[in-house]
């Protein structure tokens, strides 16, 4: 093998690494998308991110994933509604959001539970949620206690019904 054949078969070996580096980290970001519609669906977030999920049984095209609510959640801390979170994500790096996730929330949305995720679970969330891409309007702006609501909400109040309360 002269010295050139030999130069030759070093560069095609390198570009052979490179080929099979690429590959990997192509997996990569697919196993990220992936995991992280794993992590979103048995996380619950469409039940309450993406409009009639909750009532449908799950049946809304991933389309419409995560595009937030115009129903409220209302309770003693005012009212809420889910956040359109493509349109959130859409807007920040991946280490925004990491710090983002983190932070506390109004009820109902479960942020005790977010902020327990691992950073290598967010990113997948990160991936994921990018993935489906920035789509749809803003969720309503939240609503102080007593103040004026114009949308339909649901109203987090525990009932008693007095009839079945005086039987026991
Ligand atoms: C029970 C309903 C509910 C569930 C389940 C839920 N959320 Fe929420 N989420 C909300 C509500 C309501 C808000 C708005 C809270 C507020 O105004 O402080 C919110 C806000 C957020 C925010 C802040 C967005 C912003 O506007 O900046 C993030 C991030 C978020 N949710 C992510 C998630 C993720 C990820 C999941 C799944 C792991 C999830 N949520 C599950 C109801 C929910």
């Not at 449908?56 to 995560?66: D, I, M, S, T």
């Not at 929330?105 to 990113?123: I, S, V, Y």
């Not at 969720?139 to 079945?164: I, L, N």
Request: hydrophobic share 40%; proline share 6%; glycine share 12%.
């Amino acid at each position: 093998m002269n010295l050139k054949t030999l130069v030759g078969v070093a560069a095609g070996a390198v570009l052979a690494l490179g080929v099979a580096a690429d590959a990997v980290a192509g997996d990569k970001a697919g196993d990220a998308v992936a995991r992280g519609r794993y992590l979103v669906t048995i996380g619950g977030c469409n039940d309450c991110h993406t409009q009639g999920y909750l009532e449908n049984g799950g049946a809304v095209p991933e389309g419409e994933w995560l595009k937030g609510t115009t129903i409220g959640y209302q309770g003693p801390w005012g009212t809420t509604y889910a956040s359109n979170l493509r349109l959130v994500i859409g807007k920040q790096t991946e280490a925004q959001w990491i710090a983002h996730a983190r932070k506390e929330r109004l009820p109902p949305m479960p942020w005790f539970n977010l902020r327990e995720m691992t950073d290598h679970d967010l990113k997948a969330v990160y991936a994921y949620v990018r993935s489906l891409g920035a789509s749809g309007n803003p969720a309503p702006a939240y609503v102080a206690p007593g103040g004026k609501v114009s949308t339909p909400y649901f109203v987090f109040v525990p009932q008693v019904d007095e009839k079945q309360a005086a039987v026991r």
